[in-house]
């Protein structure tokens, strides 16, 4: 029986399940799917006749060929399938070629965890908390754009959706394509809170229901294929840049905790009683976001949405109802919910969640409190007020977010050795190919000037 105690509601299957829902469904193809150091998604496809092999752990790839596994050498590596990720894409069902999905860990040769594994570093991190963080929950909140391609399906920034706010337009093609993404990740088993359009024209919001992490960080890749497939299908693309138009806002995933379990409701609870627990977790969160910052908001463009407008944060803040504030604690008649509303949809789930869950554990461990919430918006904040309450900024570039994260024993501890090296190595070669780029800013500022 193949059973992961981070996966929520997530239903187990063993063997014998899965081979008979595959034989029952019609599937040809399997995807075997998982993601490199940057959190791109790669997938081996696999006849559904090797599907019995392949949940063996008998399927194998090169980890050489992927970013911050091996490079350079040849390395047999091992696809380990999770089978409560068991499912079908919704689009090729009633086709001659049903796909089902499989989101797989990696081992090596000799089925020892490979230690380069971004999902195995998320397993392990919420193993590592387990006893100070019981039975932690998380929920997210994804937003993204959807623009027009042009006639050659290159992807542009066009839209004609001039929406801003939980507008409706019934002639939208975001509107239907949009619906389309919410019901595609229901058939395949997400549970979907809600979805909207956001405040940039072309840009929507899907909102998940909390999981176990694991799954959670399962569910943030899944609507990335999803989105991108569907959009596509509607003349649109789908993209989780984080700024992609200086003029609108940019696009962030809100990560919800939940802190063990949810207190039965209480009407003579203030929002403003917190218990020590959850305190000492936003401390943590708010002592680590500097270093946690790389990880969560890992491009060059990051940085172009981290800046005081469209409520997005820049300080080391915690708050009841400030929209900009890095840390927002819900009111829920004294619950134990923790928002993060720093990190961007390009971050790779599986180490967002990591450094995020040492962040929040380290608080409780160390007894770290966050200073009293602030009220009001974190952008009217004077130099004076920082340095008094002890308020630090947000790193303002990739290279400042990755000095933060060599500097953060707790952080850099969450990754392991071989992810951090591997994730700074291509962070800092990432950055330097855009420090040495010239921009059309550049040339447009300079050109006739000089």
């Known amino acids: 029986m193949h059973s992961i105690l981070t996966n929520g509601e997530r239903k187990t299957l063993n063997k014998r399940d899965a081979l008979r829902l595959a034989k029952e469904r019609s599937v040809r193809f399997v995807r075997l799917s998982f993601v490199d150091i940057l959190g791109i998604t790669k997938n081996v496809t696999i006849p559904a006749s090797e599907l019995e092999r392949a949940l063996d752990g008998k399927v194998t790839f090169d980890g050489g060929s992927i970013d911050g596994f091996v490079r350079g050498e040849e390395a047999d590596m091992m696809l380990l399938p999770d089978l409560s990720t068991f499912a079908v894409y919704p689009w090729t069902a009633g086709t001659d070629a049903v796909e089902a999905r499989l989101i797989c860990d990696i081992a090596t040769s000799d089925g020892e965890p490979f230690e380069g594994c971004p999902r195995t570093t998320l397993q392990r991190a919420i193993e590592d908390q387990r006893e100070l963080l019981t039975s932690v929950r998380s929920g997210l909140e994804i937003e993204f754009y959807l623009f027009a391609l042009d006639d050659d399906g290159t992807p542009t920034t066009r839209t004609s959706d001039a929406g801003s706010y939980f507008d409706v337009s019934e002639c939208d093609r975001g509107e239907a394509a949009r619906t389309e993404i919410v019901m595609t990740l229901e058939a395949m088993g997400l549970s979907v809170a809600s979805a909207h359009h956001e405040h940039g024209a072309g840009q929507h919001e899907i909102d998940l229901n909390e999981v176990g992490v694991l799954a959670a960080a399962d569910a943030l ?13 509607y003349g649109l693309h789908a993209t989780f840049m984080p700024k992609p138009l200086e003029t609108l806002a940019g696009s962030g995933i809100h990560v919800y905790f939940t802190m063990g379990q949810e207190p039965a409701p209480d009407e003579t609870a203030r929002d403003d009683q917190l218990d020590e627990v959850t305190l ?22 990051s940085y ?19 929209a ?16 993060v509303r720093s990190a961007d949809p390009s971050c790779n789930p599986y180490l967002a969640m990591a450094v995020l869950v040492a962040s929040l554990a380290d608080g409780v461990r160390t007894r770290t409190l966050p200073g009293d919430p602030l009220t009001g918006s974190t952008y009217e904040l004077s130099e004076l007020d920082r340095n008094k309450r002890r308020i630090r900024t947000l790193p303002k570039s990739l290279r400042q977010a990755l000095e933060a994260l060599d500097a953060d024993p707790v952080v850099r501890g969450a990754l392991g050795d071989h992810v951090y090296h591997a994730f700074r190595d291509a962070k800092i070669a990432e950055y330097e190919r855009y420090r040495r780029a010239v921009h059309p800013w550049e040339r447009d500022a300079y050109l006739r000037v000089y």
């Open 221 to 233: 890749t899944t609507i990335r294929t999803v989105a991108k497939h569907v959009a596509a299908r």
């Open 280 to 301: 000492w977790a936003i401390g943590g969160l708010l002592a680590h976001a500097p270093a946690f910052t790389a990880v969560c908001n890992p491009t060059v463009n």
């Open 304 to 322: 172009k949405r981290l800046v005081a407008a469209w409520d997005a944060p820049i300080y080391t803040v915690w708050s009841y109802r400030s």
């Open 324 to 339: 900009n504030s890095l840390v927002r604690v819900p009111a829920s008649n004294g619950g134990r919910r923790i928002e």
